[in-house]
């Protein structure tokens, strides 16, 4: 639906709240990861505006006064797009473009978007496609209000039918169709996943951008794309690994994110099916950043939706040659902040905490990498015997692995 442009920087501004749910620390959080989506989608942020409030504005999410200040920076500074970082209502949409006759992109749009750029293979297009028209649909009154219109009912189908019906008959179709085309596609993987052989299934999830196609590759000792952006990985990769005398599967997924819209969870489901149908999750987190507590139930929600949170699983920190903490004064009694905690204190934390396994990383710098080999070699080992219990090994013990 969208073909994909030339990288040009875009003029934007940001929007966001804050709430009785999100507080200013939280808001400025997710701008900052609002700008870094920007970013990736090939946009330069020239200003942020928060306003707080007790609930989103029904007619233009923010307030009439804020957005009369936000359309004067706007008008001022040659602005070309307004990006929400939620996900706006149909009328709100459709308020907020006739108040401001810019370009208002939300949240939701916003990663629409990347993906759209990010979509390599034909079936990574497919997926997108559908995510895309899905969130279209119940948005194309906003492009017809010149014009009165009804819904359905006799004598306005067909040749009759007014615009807006036409349109949203064409997108129904496409959607069935790309639906069709998915269905056909998700079997052939199925039998793919079959097909595999007697190996366990090893699936690296993760917030996104915190390295798990990295980790792939130094694992697999392959050559998957992975960049420092949102999303730089849209396509499952499967490779075999050999850890001492065990191979296994291991599958790299697309990040997950906050508020992941609900049209692409839907459409990347035969993808989400790698994690569904894994024997064994890695979930990678990025320790230097100071939300990955938030990252990590971020993904759990994720995988609770997929019915996959249950499932076996490795918490691997990773970056921490990236890691900075500031040491507090003896003397200074105020309470710890995320910036106090030293890698040794998270480290005793999460050991105590949780109840799956973990492990502290480098993947960029390979740091701790034989000590990881050893946990996954261990945990592998574990459902593989119990899973193919005729299978001999070669040797039962564990050969410390050169890096």
């Known amino acids: 639906m969208l073909e994909k442009k030339e990288a040009q920087y875009e003029k934007v501004v940001l929007v966001g709240l804050i709430t009785q749910e999100q507080s200013e620390e939280k808001t400025k959080e997710y701008m900052d990861e609002l700008e870094f989506l920007a970013y990736t989608a090939g946009a330069e942020t020239l200003e942020r505006f928060m306003q707080k409030t007790d609930k989103p504005d029904s007619k233009y999410f923010v307030g009439s006064g804020k957005l009369a200040e936000i359309k004067e920076f706007v008008l001022k500074n040659h602005v070309d797009t307004i990006i929400f970082d939620d996900e706006l209502t149909p009328s709100q949409l459709k308020n907020i473009e006739k108040f401001m006759d810019k370009k208002i992109v939300d949240r939701t749009n916003l990663i629409l978007d990347i993906f759209a750029q990010r979509a390599e293979t034909s079936y990574a297009r497919t997926q997108v496609e559908l995510a895309q028209y899905e969130y279209i649909l119940p948005r194309l009154t906003r492009m017809w209000t010149h014009l009165e219109r009804q819904r359905g009912g006799i004598g306005m189908r067909g040749p009759g039918e007014t615009e807006i019906e036409t349109?949203?008959?064409?997108?129904?179709?496409?959607?069935?169709?790309?639906?069709?085309?998915?269905?056909?596609?998700?079997?052939q993987m199925a039998t793919q996943r079959k097909n595999r052989g007697q190996l366990v299934r090893v699936a690296l999830v993760g917030y996104t951008n915190v390295g798990k196609s990295t980790l792939m590759n130094v694992l697999s000792k392959s050559d998957v794309f992975a960049e420092d952006k949102l999303f730089a990985t849209l396509d499952t990769t499967v490779r075999k690994v050999v850890i001492g005398n065990l191979p296994f599967l291991l599958t790299d997924t697309v990040g997950f994110i906050r508020k992941l819209p609900t049209q692409l969870v839907e459409s990347f489901k035969?993808?989400?099916?790698?994690?569904?149908?894994?024997?064994l999750i890695?979930?990678?987190?990025?320790?230097?950043?100071?939300?990955?507590?938030?990252?990590?139930?971020?993904?759990?929600?994720?995988?609770?939706?997929i019915d996959s949170l249950d499932k076996p699983t490795v918490l691997i920190f990773n970056k921490i040659d990236d890691f900075q903490y500031i040491e507090k004064a003896e003397d200074d009694l105020s309470e710890k902040t995320f910036e106090n905690y030293s890698l040794s204190d998270l480290q005793k934390m999460w050991v105590a905490k949780s109840e799956d396994p973990s492990i502290f990383i480098s993947a960029r710098k390979e740091i701790n990498l034989n000590e990881l080999r050893k946990l996954l070699y261990e945990k592998v080992k574990e459902i593989h015997v119990t899973r193919f219990p005729y299978n001999n090994f070669l040797f039962d013990y564990y050969d410390d692995v050169e890096e």
């Open 270 to 279: 035969s993808t989400l099916d790698e994690v569904r149908e894994a024997d």
């Open 167 to 187: 349109d949203r008959r064409i997108v129904r179709d496409r959607i069935a169709l790309l639906k069709k085309k998915l269905e056909k596609i998700d079997k």
């Open 282 to 305: 890695l979930h990678v987190v990025d320790i230097s950043h100071p939300s990955f507590e938030d990252h990590i139930n971020s993904v759990n929600q994720t995988l609770s939706d």
